[in-house]
């Protein structure tokens, strides 16, 4: 079941924070988080491990509450570039190694304005 | 080093055609996926390939096969192409340190 990421879409301006919130009905091994900047192919940001710590990507962190299923992804002092659509995708079932089945929400669109 | 690489970038076909997307990483990486991306729906798993001679079901199944042909590339068949399946295609890769590597994609347009 697709995890439901809100708010769908926002508008910063440049310098400003926002939060992308990830929530999973099924308990999770993993949280991903990927940018896709339009028309071209998503892009690894981060990983967040069940028992893990919370990780950092330039401005850009995350948190992984393992309790209530839920990831937020946190872009402070947003710059042009961060500008993209932002998925998050969850692996329920820790498959190991190199082979996690991911399921992707459906994005929210952060628009970062001059 | 190219990462993931995939032929065709656009394809048109009819109702009914046949055609194989082709995908090739060279990161030696074991795990390989397709996607489809439609607006508003995310990307969505087809099929993958945890490693070399084995593949398994996604999401999204119906309607495509896969094939791994060796550790390098991993192929989709559309057998008889339906106007539903007009989407991106994304391949992916992953090795042991857990992010997947997407390829550019292919549009396909079915008519």
């Known amino acids: 079941q697709q995890p439901v990421q809100s708010p769908q879409a926002v508008i910063l301006r440049e310098g400003e924070d926002a939060v992308i919130n990830c929530s999973s009905s099924?308990?999770?091994?993993?949280v991903h988080w990927y940018r896709q900047k339009h028309g071209e192919a998503p892009v690894f940001l981060m990983i967040?491990?069940?028992?893990?710590e919370q990780k950092g990507h330039e401005k850009i962190s995350a948190s992984f509450n393992e309790k209530k299923q839920q990831s937020s992804l946190y872009l402070t002092a947003s710059q042009l570039s961060y500008s993209g659509t932002y998925f998050c995708?969850?692996?329920?079932?820790?498959?190991?190694?190199?082979?996690?089945?991911?399921?992707f929400g459906k994005g929210t669109l952060l628009t970062v304005n001059p | 080093n190219a990462g993931v690489t995939q032929t065709p970038k656009f394809q048109v076909l009819k109702t009914g055609q046949s055609m194989t997307l082709q995908c090739a990483q060279d990161?030696?990486?074991?795990?390989m996926y397709w996607y489809r991306q439609d607006p508003g729906m995310g990307l969505r798993l087809i099929y993958y390939?945890?490693?070399?001679?084995?593949?398994d079901k996604g999401e999204v199944p119906n309607g495509y096969n896969v094939s791994r042909l060796n550790k390098r590339e991993f192929s989709l068949r559309l057998e008889s192409a339906a106007p539903s399946q007009t989407s991106v295609y994304f391949c992916?890769?992953?090795?042991?340190?857990?992010?997947?590597?997407f390829g550019p994609g292919t549009r396909l347009t079915v008519t």
């Open positions: 992916a890769s992953s090795g042991w340190a857990y992010e997947q590597y």
């Open positions: 099924k308990a999770l091994y993993s």
């Open positions: 967040l491990l069940k028992g893990g």
């Open positions: 995708g969850t692996d329920p079932e820790g498959g190991g190694g190199s082979n996690y089945k991911l399921t």
């Open positions: 990161m030696n990486h074991n795990s």
């Open positions: 390939s945890a490693s070399e001679g084995t593949t």
